[in-house]
Structures are given as C-alpha cells and as structure tokens.
C-alpha cells in the first residue's frame, strides 16, 4: 500500500511541474505570437523563462522518479546456501560449491 500512495503522490507532483512548464511555455508562444502579429512583449525573457522552468520541472520530475525507485528497494538477486553459507542465484534449488539440495 505504501508503494502504491508513493506512485500517486509522484503522479501528483510530476503533474504539478508539467503544469507549471505548461503555463510558462504558453506565455512564451503568446508573446512570439503577439510580436509578429501585434504588439510585442519581452519575448527573450519569457523564452529564458520558459526554458528555466521546464528544465527544473524535468530535473524535479527525474529526482521524485529516482527516489521512487530507491524506495521500493531492489529485489534480492542472490540468496545463501544453508550448508556452506555460499551466495548463490535465488531460484537455484542445488548450490554449486557444495551440490547440497536447497530447500526452499
């Protein structure tokens, strides 16, 4: 369940950053719009900030998708023999150093 309200809050938030990316790309356009068909604003300004936001929004979002996956944890990929304490893949059902039969 944990996991499950970790994968919706980073929805949340992912949408949260494309949002505000959203609005700041829309105030961009408009202004190249409204320069060459009407009065001008300071479009280079809004570029740069279109451009800062977005690349924020996607550093943000890559961050909360990697500190999801750090969360759930890795699966164990090896597991001990019980006999000779040798690590081995975890589906092998005999160890390889000492051939002893693995219980599950």
Request: net charge positive.
């Amino acid at each position: 369940m944990k996991s499950e309200i970790l994968d919706k809050f980073a929805a949340l938030i992912t949408f949260a950053f494309g949002l505000v990316a959203a609005l700041a790309w829309n105030g961009a356009i408009i202004a190249i719009f409204t320069k060459y068909f009407g009065t001008a604003e300071n479009i280079t300004a809004m570029i740069i900030y279109a451009v800062i936001v977005t690349l924020i929004a996607v550093l943000a979002t890559m961050l909360i998708a990697r500190s999801i996956k750090k969360s759930k944890g890795a699966a164990p990929s090896t597991k001990e023999c019980s006999y000779c304490m040798t690590a081995i893949p975890i589906k092998a059902t005999r160890c390889p150093n000492c051939t002893s039969e693995l219980t599950k």
